[in-house]
């Protein structure tokens, strides 16, 4: 007769590493942020970052309006303010800093990014690489 009451082993699970915030905001771009949403003509949630092919570099940032929040965005909030950054985007924009710059001349949101490898002369489009993440 075998004795039963022998506890098998139970593994128990490694705990998570907690997941880095995707991308952060400067105060610049929160501000911009705010007074965008403010100004919609219709209810706004955010801005939704992307990625997209195309350019002279191979690839370009995209920024628009999120009306909703879908179910595979990554969700950032940061300064008051949400992101709602491209699932397909995520390891592009890992460590991504979003900034936002005014001149005589232009305004826009300015990406420091981490993963960026070269950018097209009239910087309209970029090269990124994906992260590495660790394991």
Do not use: W
Request: glycine share 8%; net charge neutral.
């Amino acid at each position: 007769m075998t004795d039963m009451t022998q506890a098998s082993p139970v593994s128990t699970p490694k705990p998570r590493r907690p997941r880095p915030q995707v991308m952060r905001l400067t105060d610049a771009a929160a501000q911009r942020i705010i007074e965008l949403t403010q100004r919609a003509d219709s209810e706004i949630v955010g801005l939704r970052v992307g990625v997209k092919n195309g350019g002279c570099a191979g690839q370009s940032y995209t920024v628009e309006y999120a009306h909703e929040i879908r179910p595979t965005d990554e969700v950032v909030e940061d300064k008051g303010v949400k992101i709602l950054v491209d699932p397909k985007a995520v390891l592009f924009l890992l460590g991504t800093e979003m900034d936002y710059k005014a001149d005589k001349m232009q305004a826009q949101f300015v990406f420091n990014n981490p993963n960026q490898i070269s950018a097209c002369g009239c910087g309209e489009s970029v090269e990124l690489r994906p992260a590495k993440v660790e394991g």
